[in-house]
Structures are given as C-alpha cells and as structure tokens.
C-alpha cells in the first residue's frame, strides 16, 4: 500500500497540483493583505476613517454589555456578531484574485491559439472537374485541363 502511495504522489499531475495549492495559497495571503493593508485604509479613509474590518453588528450581547469599541472587544466579551466588514473585505479579495486568474488563463488561451495556428491548405480543387489536386499543379491529372497558378 505505501508503494501504491508513492507512486501515485509522484506522479506528475499530483506534484503539479500540490505546487499549484501552495502557490495559490501563497497568492491568497499576499491578496489578503493588499485589500486589508492597501486597498482598504485610504477607502475607510475618504469615507471618513472607517475600518472595514471593524464593522459589525452586534446581534446579541456578550458577558459585558455593549456597545463594543472593535469586533475584538466584542468577540472577547463573547458577544454574537455579524461581521459585513470583513464579508466586504472578502469579497474584494475574491474579485482581486478572480481578476488575477481570468488574466493568467486568458493569457494561456492567446498562447494556446496561436500554437493551432491553421496550417496552410496543401491541396485546392479542379475547378473543371471538382478533384482535390496537390495546391502546385498546374495540370490536373484527371481531367488534364491546364490551371492558372495560385
């Protein structure tokens, strides 16, 4: 059975996805702090210092009455939240790494079909007797009419 094992984690499609988890996992923590580090203080900024990641509302009260000074304070006093901060934070994230991967894989689709690039025709047809005939002739041997070169 570890042989199995082996043999199946060494396999190329297994090591190629265990990579491509780690490096989208990467991805998604430097994602994470450009919206809660970069993107999200100069907009909380302009609309009038307000922290994203502070915004909730309490639904009920914890050991320690409210009102609550951060979603810290809150979850601390054991308070039950509903955190449409961070859902707004997550959901930039999300639209920041779905940009990211709609432009890696249109990327590849513009490599892609410029690799099928349709190849040039080899053979054309008579037009005295409809045969498919090598693109070069000049006679067709079927019907030997003479053809105008192409």
Same mark, same amino acid.
């Given at each position: 059975? *570890?042989?199995?094992?082996?043999?199946?984690?060494?396999?190329?499609?297994?090591?190629?996805?265990?990579?491509?988890i780690?490096i989208?996992?990467?991805?998604?923590?430097?994602?994470?702090?450009?919206v809660?580090?970069?993107?999200?203080?100069?907009?909380?900024?302009? *609309?009038?210092?307000?922290?994203?990641?502070? *915004?909730?509302?309490?639904?009920?009260?914890?050991?320690?009455?409210?009102?609550y000074?951060?979603?810290?304070?809150?979850?601390?006093?054991?308070?039950?939240? *509903?955190?449409y901060?961070?859902?707004?934070?997550?959901?930039i994230?999300f639209?920041?790494?779905?940009?990211?991967?709609?432009?890696?894989?249109?990327?590849?689709?513009?490599?892609?079909?410029?690799?099928?690039?349709?190849?040039?025709p080899?053979?054309?047809?008579?037009?005295?007797?409809?045969?498919?005939?090598p693109?070069?002739?000049?006679?067709?041997?079927?019907?030997t009419?003479?053809?105008?070169?192409?």
């Amino acid at each position: 059975m *570890l042989k199995d094992f082996k043999e199946f984690a060494m396999r190329g499609n297994a090591v190629d996805m265990a990579v491509g988890i780690i490096i989208g996992a990467a991805f998604g923590t430097i994602v994470r702090s450009i919206v809660s580090d970069i993107i999200m203080p100069p907009i909380g900024l302009l *609309l009038g210092n307000v922290d994203f990641s502070n *915004l909730f509302v309490v639904l009920r009260g914890g050991a320690m009455p409210g009102p609550y000074a951060s979603l810290v304070d809150a979850q601390s006093a054991g308070a039950v939240t *509903l955190n449409y901060g961070v859902f707004i934070n997550t959901i930039i994230s999300f639209i920041i790494v779905a940009f990211a991967v709609f432009l890696v894989v249109r990327y590849m689709n513009k490599l892609k079909r410029k690799e099928e690039a349709p190849a040039e025709p080899t053979t054309k047809e008579c037009p005295y007797c409809a045969t498919i005939i090598p693109i070069k002739a000049t006679r067709c041997p079927h019907c030997t009419s003479e053809l105008k070169a192409a």
